[in-house]
């Protein structure tokens, strides 16, 4: 065996060698560059034109690249074929951050040929923000104008509604600049968007909108919807949530939403008396309150452990009204449908007790309905054959009597007074799978 050790050993260093010798690439030829723009300075934000001769006597060009460094990170570049010895042009952008003060960037003109054979020429760049003599608030209905108020600072005052949505332009800034676009992302202004900004304040009338370019930062945004003096968190412009601990029965003050009369107040959850204040309907726990300005409500969901709370196996938790025929605030606008993401969350009044108080007409429908109840919001357990009634309006589907197993329906013959309430209350009491439906008119 020894004896064959010796030519291996040998055969193996000439493969490494000649392998080595493939994947060397031998870089021959001698690109040069010559700019023909003087590079000085530039805005943040520009387009930095430039023009630059390149050649190579001895091997074909094949790219010129405009590098960009802010330190020693790479921000921007610009990539050009260069098929022949000669002129080419191009841009590169110099980006608009916050944050970053005036200072000197570094511009790279790299020029390489087909053999990877490059030449560079290195350029100190003098960067400073532009200074705008104003910005435009693009909004849905019309453009407001933000004056320049100081470096970097832009106010909007004058009269105005609560909420102000749009985002921010601001005009290009000399021969190479650009129009720049301030709008929201991931719950924050950035440069480049045009999402919609959500300045508001807690009532209309005289306030004022301002913005800074430097650092981004802007004013007013909601700090007063408030539900007990605690802030809910924005989900989108139409959309403000809370989850929190109520009391049955605890006062419940609502700040920041200055037409709160004209909203839509669900009795199963809020009580407003007669001094106007409002009060919590359902039993002590964690729930979910979410404020719906396109549709004035408050949609209300029990929680556990910060999500939407299901039945438990002793009758306690949540039932939730998934199907057709019902809607909150009305179903002509918010009809809940077979889309579980709208199920109505029930009002658990105690004593494994769950109801929904609806008006005929306006949050049922009075000779129309077809939905049921489950254990969850959305699918999976569901009462079908585990649900009865007495009740001489509302019947219970079994499958061949017009309905799936456990869906309502209205009786044939009969219908829902127009205009007139009813309490449906679900009484678990005597065990998830014993059930029982009462209907009840006011």
């Keep these: 065996m020894k004896r064959f050790l010796y030519p291996m050993v040998l055969l193996a260093g000439v493969l490494i060698l000649a392998s080595c010798e493939k994947d060397e690439v031998k870089k021959v030829g001698n690109p040069v560059i010559e700019s023909k723009t ?10 930095l034109e430039f023009t630059v001769n390149v050649s190579d006597a001895e091997v074909p060009l094949s790219t010129v690249k405009a590098q960009l460094f802010f330190s020693e990170e790479m921000v921007s570049e ?9 002129d080419y042009s ?99 202004i950035v440069e480049g968007s045009t999402n919609n900004i959500p300045f508001s304040n807690s009532s209309s009338g005289q306030y004022a909108i301002t913005f800074n370019t430097f650092d981004y930062h802007a004013s007013p945004f909601i700090i007063a919807y408030a539900i007990n003096g605690t802030v809910m968190q924005r989900v989108d412009d139409e959309h403000f949530r809370l ?37 919590f309907v359902p039993q002590s726990g ?76 306006t949050n049922v429908k009075t000779d129309d309905i077809n939905f049921k109840f489950f254990h969850q919001k ?15 309006l509302i019947f219970i589907g079994t499958g061949d009597n017009g309905r799936d197993p456990g869906n309502l329906g209205i009786v044939e013959g009969q219908s829902l007074e127009e205009g007139a309430t009813y309490v449906l209350t679900l009484d678990l009491s005597a065990g998830n799978d014993h059930a029982v439906l009462s209907v009840e008119k006011l």
């Design 90 to 188: 191009g841009k590169i952008y110099v980006p608009y951050y916050a944050n970053i003060p005036n200072g000197t960037a570094t511009l790279k003109l790299v020029l390489q040929n087909i053999s990877q054979t490059i030449t560079e020429e290195q350029y100190d760049l003098a960067l400073t923000r532009p200074d705008f003599p104003y910005l435009t608030l693009v909004a849905s209905d019309k453009e407001y104008r933000l004056e320049r108020t100081d470096l970097y600072e832009y106010t909007l005052d004058e009269q105005l509604p609560a909420k102000v949505s749009g985002y921010l332009k601001a005009p290009a800034v000399g021969d190479q600049g650009n129009e720049l676009t301030f709008g929201w992302e991931d719950d924050a």
């Design 286 to 361: 964690n729930y979910r309150i979410t404020a719906d300005f396109s549709l004035k409500y408050f949609a209300v969901e029990a929680l556990h452990n910060g999500e939407p709370a299901s039945l438990r196996d002793d009758g306690t938790g949540a039932v939730w009204i998934i199907g057709d025929g019902i809607g909150k605030p009305s179903f002509a606008t918010n009809m809940v449908g077979w889309n579980t993401d709208k199920a109505l969350c029930l009002s658990p009044i105690g004593n494994k007790k769950y109801q929904v108080t609806v008006v005929a007409g």
């Design 378 to 392: 959305g699918w999976g357990g569901e009462f079908t054959t585990q649900i009865t009634t007495t009740s001489d």
């Design 38 to 47: 003087e590079f000085t300075s530039a805005h943040f934000g520009d387009s």
């Design 243 to 279: 989850d929190a601990s109520y009391a049955q029965d605890e006062e419940l003050i609502i700040d920041g939403i200055e037409d709160l009369d004209n909203w839509w107040i669900d009795p199963d959850f809020i009580k407003k008396d007669d001094q106007g204040k409002f009060f």
């Design 78 to 86: 610009t990539v050009i074929r260069t098929k022949t010895n000669g």
